[in-house]
Nanobody
Framework: VQLQASGGGLVQAGGSLRLSCAAS????????MGWFRQAPGKEREFVVA????????YYADSVKGRFTISRDNAKNTVYLQMNSLKPEDTAVYYC????????????????????WGQGTLVTVSS
């Protein structure tokens, strides 16, 4: 699976951005999709994941209520709508994928994912 993330940019605190991750190469609907982020000098951290059908989602506490993940299997794309952005959300955001038979998502560690996109930078100014 090849993943291409896009949609990052510079936004003021309180603003919104929508990230996209386009997949190619395999049957997209067989894969759990996740978003991770990595701020300068910090480890990569889990943001959110969505099951293959979209019926199950799993959010990090730090983004719950502000971020929303969704997917369109017909377009082989997963989205991350980010609202009420804070300066601490500044990071490079990565999308990732792992094959799964289960429609219940619990995958929150980077080591659980097999495929990664190149990352897109989100900068939130105060």
């Amino acid at each position: 699976v090849q993943l291409q993330a896009s949609g990052g940019g510079l936004v003021q605190a309180g603003g919104s951005l929508r990230l996209s991750c386009a997949a190619s190469g395999r049957t997209f609907s067989n894969y759990v999709m996740g978003w991770f982020r990595q701020a300068p000098g910090k480890e990569r951290e889990f943001v959110v994941a969505i099951s293959w059908s979209g019926g199950s989602t799993y959010y990090a506490d730090s983004v719950k209520g502000r971020f929303t993940i969704s997917r369109d299997n017909a377009k082989n794309t997963v989205y991350l709508q980010m609202n009420s952005l804070k300066p601490e959300d500044t990071a490079v955001y990565y999308c990732a994928a792992v094959f799964s038979y289960s429609d219940y998502v619990t995958d929150k560690y980077p080591r659980e994912y097999d495929y990664w996109g190149q990352g897109t930078l989100v900068t939130v100014s105060s």
